[in-house]
T-cell receptor, first 111, second 113 residues
């Protein structure tokens, strides 16, 4: 089955700096890679996703990159703000059955 | 988000007791999922269902059971065989399957008395 590893488990950045979270996956058949944000006490919500036919996708201050050869994908948050503080989960799936999540990264943005 | 609900918000289980967590969605989604969230372990899949009257075990199905008699509902039963049930349980749904956005419910926190 699929195995997703996520690093780092915790990340502290100064407000305005960039944050990068990295994930690797094991199943070369995986072709859909969503990222979810979970604020304290709330439900996870999709913030961005990427499919295997695309190498990079941006949405305002958030971007995701995918390297299929190396089987890794990364989340980039620029100009971080205090409201970016949350736990971020990466995930991978081949689209047929289940989604496998990483263990999460707790991001703290220091004002 | 408002289209998928879970109840109760908190649930207490006594030794040897089975308890059932409710998950309802009005999004007309075919696929539904149950996850368990423990600190430092991310989201682990318990069961999932692609269509009504069909479901499959996830990675940690032991001690749990589900049913999918209606498209809108996917209840999870935590049986007495689950020896460490204390966790945060999240239900999710997606339009058709794993390649679509998952919409999560607000979660149920299960505690053992």
């Amino acid at each position: 089955g699929e195995n997703v590893e996520q690093h780092p488990s915790t990340l502290s950045v100064q407000e305005g700096d960039s944050a990068v979270i990295k994930c690797t996956y094991s199943d070369s058949a995986s072709n859909y890679f969503p990222w979810y944000k979970q604020e304290l006490g709330k439900r996870p919500q999709l913030i961005i996703d990427i499919r295997s036919n695309v190498g990079e996708k941006k949405d305002q201050r958030i971007a995701v990159t995918l390297n299929k050869t190396a089987k890794h994908f990364s989340l980039h948050i620029t100009e971080t703000q205090p409201e970016d503080s949350a736990v971020y989960f990466c995930a991978a799936t081949d689209g047929y059955q289940k989604v496998t999540f990483g263990i999460g990264t707790k991001l703290q943005v220091i004002p | 988000d408002g289209g998928i609900t879970q109840s109760p918000k908190y649930l207490f289980r006594k030794e040897g007791q089975n308890v059932t967590l409710s998950c309802e969605q009005n999004l007309n989604h075919d696929a539904m999922y149950w996850y368990r969230q423990d600190p430092g372990q991310g989201l682990r899949l318990i069961y999932y269902s692609q269509i009504v009257n069909d479901f499959q075990k996830g990675d940690i199905a032991e001690g749990y059971s589900v049913s999918r008699e209606k498209k809108e509902s996917f209840p999870l039963t935590v049986t007495s065989a689950q020896k460490n049930p204390t966790a945060f349980y999240l239900c999710a749904s997606s339009i058709q399957g794993a390649k679509e956005t998952q919409y999560f419910g607000p979660g149920t926190r299960l505690l053992v008395l």
